[in-house]
């Protein structure tokens, strides 16, 4: 089964919403239970995470929606680190709002997983329940000396185009998604370039 972080991560705009009613005390307690380091920084529009040795440049004029997307993550099982938006996503539009939401759950949620590509299985459900098409299964993608696993994902609603693509990995005990959503395939991989791990820009293997 998938977990109620990722369908967030996943389906993002349509979740925020209820994120907005969710009970405070649910992100004090995951608060507590996680180190700051885990959680990153974003200052001066670059989101740092040093504990996963990661770093994101988030485009200017984006919203940043990381607090309210974290009052629905589950106290020391997973948190969001990251979720930035194109435009408020609480306000309805007809076209895609661009994203960057990045997550991490305990790989004990998981304990049948051996590895990233394990859990793409759960990343499929969802996708496929949700109207998504996986026009790229998941395939070795590089970012820095960094190696993970990505795959990418269609789908259209109405005059709306979604294109969105997944890169995981197995860190310090987490499973770490990192997820763009954009208009077309050119804006997803501008998205990507923006992610730097050892201070080097992604790059397709």
């Not at 919203?63 to 435009?87: A, C, I, Y």
């Not at 960057?100 to 969802?126: Q, W």
């Not at 804006?187 to 397709?204: D, M, P, Q, Y």
């Amino acid at each position: 089964m998938v977990s109620r972080l990722f369908l967030l991560v996943f389906l993002c705009l349509p979740l925020l919403t209820s994120a907005q009613d969710a009970s405070q005390k649910t992100a004090q307690k995951a608060a507590n239970n996680l180190e700051s380091a885990q959680l990153g920084s974003l200052a001066d529009n670059v989101y740092r995470n040093p504990f996963f040795g990661f770093s994101f440049k988030v485009p200017l004029g984006w919203v940043d929606r990381t607090e309210t997307m974290r009052e629905v993550s589950e106290p020391g099982k997973s948190l969001v680190m990251l979720g930035v938006f194109q435009h408020p996503p609480e306000v309805t539009a007809e076209t895609t709002n661009s994203a960057a939401v990045f997550a991490a759950e305990s790989t004990s949620t998981y304990p049948k997983l051996k590895t990233a590509r394990d859990y793409f299985g759960p990343i499929e459900e969802v996708t496929k329940a949700k109207g998504f098409e996986v026009y790229n299964d998941p395939y070795t993608f590089t970012v820095g000396t960094k190696e993970l696993l990505r795959a990418d994902f269609s789908k259209q609603a109405g005059n709306a185009a979604f294109f969105q693509s997944t890169l995981v990995m197995i860190e310090k005990g987490y499973i770490v998604s990192l997820t763009f959503l954009g208009t077309d395939n050119d804006e997803v991989e501008g998205l990507i370039e923006k992610l730097s791990f050892s201070g080097k820009r992604a790059n397709k293997k």
